[in-house]
C-alpha cells in the first residue's frame, strides 16, 4: 500500500498547476538565484580522477548553488585511496565537505573496507562497514544506501541494510521519499543496469518514494516514472537520475533502456528543489557547454 501524503500548502498549489520539463540546447546556463523557499540538494557521482581536471570545473559549480551536496559513488580515482581523496578530492569537491552527505561506490571499496572514504567523511558517511543512513530536509526524508552488496553483506531481502531500510521508511511515513547510491537499476551507458539493488527499488515504491539518484555510468540520465520491474508508472512510479559526471572521463552510451528520457555525456551536476508539493531539477554543465536537462513535477500525492 502506498503512504499518503500530506495535503500541500495552497500557495504552492497555485504555483504548480502543471508539471513541465524540457531537454532543449540554452544560450547560457548559469546558478539560479536561491530564495530559501524550499531545501537543495546538488551533486553528481564519478567525481575526482587524479589524471584529469574535470572535478575542479564540476566543483566551481557547487560554489554557486547553495543546499547540501551530495556524492554518488566513485568519490576519488583510481582507487579510493587516502592519496587520492588528499590530492585530487579535498582540493575540488572538499572544499564543500561541511554541507556534503556522501554515498559510496565500487572505486571507494578499491581500497580494503573503504577505510580511506570512511575515514575522510567520518560520521557524514554513516557507520563504518556499513555506509547506509538517513537525513531530513523539510519535509522530505534523504535515504543513502551503500550498492556494494558484497562488502555489507548483500542487498537482497532479509539483508541488513534492507532490514534497516523498512524499519527507516516506516519511521519516516508521510515525508516525500528520495534515496541515492552509486549503482543504478536502470542504465543505458557503458556499464549498464544493476539487477543487484532491484530489492531497494521494490521497497522504495511500497514505500511512495518519488526519486533515485545513481552513479557508476559516466553519463547523464533521466528516465520516466517506473516501478521496480522497469514499467512505466506515472501515477506511482519512481524517477531515476544517473548522474556520473562528476569529473571522471566521459563514456558512450551502449544501450537504450526503456523509459529513458533523456541521455547526455557532459560533465556537470544535477540540482534538486525540493518542495512540499514537488520538485524541480536542474542539470547545470562546465564551461560553455549549451545543453540542459530542467523540469518540475508534483510529488505522487499532489492535488490535481
Same mark, same amino acid.
Given at each position: 500500500?502506498?503512504?499518503?501524503?500530506?495535503?500541500?500548502?495552497?500557495?504552492?498549489?497555485?504555483?504548480?498547476?502543471?508539471?513541465?520539463?524540457? @531537454?532543449? =540546447?540554452? /544560450?547560457?546556463?548559469?546558478?539560479?538565484?536561491?530564495? #530559501? &523557499?524550499? $531545501?537543495?540538494?546538488?551533486?553528481? %557521482?564519478?567525481?575526482?580522477?587524479?589524471?584529469?581536471?574535470?572535478?575542479?570545473?564540476?566543483?566551481?559549480?557547487?560554489?554557486?548553488?547553495?543546499?547540501?551536496?551530495?556524492?554518488?559513488?566513485?568519490?576519488?580515482?583510481?582507487?579510493?585511496?587516502?592519496?587520492?581523496?588528499?590530492?585530487?578530492?579535498?582540493?575540488?569537491?572538499?572544499?564543500?565537505?561541511?554541507? @556534503?552527505? =556522501?554515498? /559510496?561506490?565500487?572505486?571507494?571499496?578499491?581500497?580494503? #573496507? &573503504?577505510? $580511506?572514504?570512511?575515514?575522510?567523511? %567520518?560520521?557524514?558517511?554513516?557507520?563504518?562497514?556499513?555506509?547506509?543512513?538517513?537525513?531530513?530536509?523539510?519535509?522530505?526524508?534523504?535515504?543513502?544506501?551503500?550498492?556494494?552488496?558484497?562488502?555489507?553483506?548483500?542487498?537482497?531481502?532479509?539483508?541488513?541494510?534492507?532490514?534497516?531500510?523498512?524499519?527507516?521508511?516506516?519511521?519516516?511515513?508521510?515525508?516525500?521519499?528520495?534515496?541515492?547510491?552509486?549503482?543504478?537499476?536502470?542504465?543505458?551507458?557503458?556499464?549498464?543496469?544493476?539487477?543487484?539493488?532491484?530489492?531497494?527499488?521494490?521497497?522504495?515504491?511500497?514505500?511512495?518514494?518519488?526519486?533515485?539518484?545513481?552513479?557508476?555510468?559516466?553519463?547523464?540520465?533521466?528516465?520516466?516514472?517506473?516501478?521496480?520491474?522497469?514499467?512505466?508508472?506515472?501515477?506511482?512510479?519512481?524517477?531515476?537520475?544517473?548522474?556520473?559526471?562528476?569529473?571522471?572521463?566521459?563514456?558512450?552510451?551502449?544501450?537504450?533502456?526503456?523509459?529513458?528520457?533523456?541521455?547526455?555525456?557532459?560533465?556537470?551536476?544535477?540540482?534538486?528543489?525540493?518542495?512540499?508539493?514537488?520538485?524541480?531539477?536542474?542539470?547545470?554543465?562546465?564551461?560553455?557547454?549549451?545543453?540542459?536537462?530542467?523540469?518540475?513535477?508534483?510529488?505522487?500525492?499532489?492535488?490535481?
Amino acid at each position: 500500500m502506498l503512504i499518503h501524503r500530506r495535503p500541500a500548502a495552497a500557495l504552492l498549489v497555485a504555483l504548480m498547476l502543471a508539471s513541465t520539463l524540457s @531537454t532543449s =540546447p540554452v /544560450a547560457a546556463v548559469s546558478p539560479a538565484p536561491f530564495t #530559501g &523557499a524550499a $531545501p537543495i540538494l546538488v551533486g553528481a %557521482g564519478d567525481i575526482a580522477d587524479c589524471a584529469t581536471d574535470s572535478a575542479r570545473a564540476t566543483a566551481r559549480l557547487l560554489g554557486h548553488i547553495p543546499g547540501t551536496v551530495i556524492t554518488l559513488g566513485d568519490n576519488v580515482y583510481p582507487s579510493g585511496s587516502a592519496s587520492g581523496f588528499r590530492r585530487c578530492y579535498d582540493p575540488t569537491w572538499g572544499r564543500y565537505k561541511a554541507r @556534503t552527505r =556522501p554515498a /559510496a561506490g565500487n572505486h571507494d571499496y578499491e581500497a580494503p #573496507g &573503504a577505510g $580511506p572514504y570512511f575515514a575522510y567523511f %567520518g560520521a557524514a558517511a554513516g557507520v563504518p562497514g556499513e555506509g547506509w543512513y538517513s537525513y531530513d530536509l523539510g519535509t522530505w526524508h534523504i535515504v543513502v544506501l551503500n550498492s556494494d552488496c558484497a562488502a555489507v553483506a548483500g542487498c537482497g531481502p532479509g539483508s541488513p541494510q534492507v532490514d534497516w531500510l523498512r524499519q527507516d521508511l516506516a519511521r519516516h511515513a508521510g515525508a516525500h521519499i528520495l534515496a541515492y547510491w552509486h549503482h543504478p537499476l536502470f542504465s543505458s551507458g557503458s556499464h549498464g543496469s544493476s539487477s543487484s539493488v532491484r530489492t531497494f527499488w521494490k521497497v522504495l515504491y511500497q514505500a511512495g518514494a518519488e526519486l533515485v539518484l545513481n552513479g557508476h555510468d559516466h553519463d547523464y540520465e533521466r528516465f520516466a516514472r517506473q516501478d521496480a520491474s522497469g514499467r512505466l508508472d506515472n501515477r506511482h512510479g519512481i524517477r531515476e537520475f544517473v548522474v556520473g559526471t562528476g569529473g571522471a572521463p566521459l563514456r558512450p552510451r551502449a544501450s537504450e533502456a526503456p523509459n529513458s528520457r533523456t541521455f547526455r555525456r557532459v560533465h556537470g551536476v544535477l540540482e534538486l528543489t525540493l518542495r512540499t508539493d514537488g520538485y524541480s531539477w536542474r542539470f547545470v554543465p562546465v564551461g560553455r557547454t549549451i545543453w540542459t536537462d530542467t523540469g518540475s513535477t508534483r510529488t505522487h500525492a499532489a492535488p490535481p
